[in-house]
């Protein structure tokens, strides 16, 4: 619903709409058919749209009972005072210009919440610490979060500046695969377009 209505929702907990639950069965889907169905653990963060992406990614790539470990620090950006704010409202209250520059900019937050840069802040301990230990170790980790905590961990994989990420389209529900050596270092990217 909050995607119809185009809201800010950052960690407001929206159930997961028709469409969010189509692109994920897609995404799903697009990973069964490369043959990425065996994994050994999953990442989401606590908010009900992430869990419920991954709940239909592991029931389509028969994975139900994997082990998932769900973490705050995966959420997405935290958009303070424009959470729950039509986007075309927010423009009309604080102007065009100043809502682009929160929602384009690295470094500036809006009102109570998150730039980027904080967000990667959030999300780049935690991925060093509990993620990135076990890809060096050769495990397949599945994860489903949010556009902005991917983006904070697309930047570490692919060695991007805060100013590069901004050029990064993530589509919605489009699994991105990254193979990694025993370092972490990226060996290969694919990004599974859905079929049509």
């Known amino acids: 619903m909050a995607e119809k209505l185009n809201l800010f929702t950052g960690w407001k907990d929206p159930a997961l709409t028709d469409l969010g639950r189509q692109e994920a069965l897609q995404g799903a889907q697009a990973l069964k058919a490369k043959g990425f169905t065996k994994f050994d653990v999953a990442y989401t963060s606590v908010l ?4 419920n992406t991954l ?11 994997l082990e ?11 958009y303070g005072d424009l959470t729950g704010l039509n986007k075309d409202d927010a423009r009309k209250k604080f102007g065009e210009e100043q809502v682009h520059i929160w929602r384009r900019s690295y470094d500036v937050p809006p009102p ?3 730039s980027l840069e904080l967000t990667a802040k959030r999300v780049l301990p ?8 076990r890809l060096k170790r ?7 979060a949010h556009g902005n905590s991917l983006r ?11 100013q590069e990420i901004l050029e990064v389209e ?3 529900g489009v699994p991105i695969v990254y193979k990694l050596d025993g370092e972490g270092k990226v060996l290969s990217k694919e990004v599974l377009a859905h079929s049509s």
């Open 48 to 51: 009900q749209r992430a869990n």
């Open 55 to 65: 709940a239909i990614i592991l029931k389509e790539i028969d994975a139900e009972g």
């Open 68 to 78: 998932t470990i769900k973490d705050q620090a995966l959420n997405e950006r935290d």
């Open 112 to 114: 109570g919440g998150e």
């Open 126 to 133: 935690y991925y060093e610490k509990e993620i990135l230990p």
């Open 138 to 144: 050769g495990e397949k980790v599945l994860v489903a």
């Open 152 to 162: 904070a961990m697309i930047m570490s994989l692919e060695g991007l500046t805060g």
């Open 170 to 172: 993530l589509a919605t």
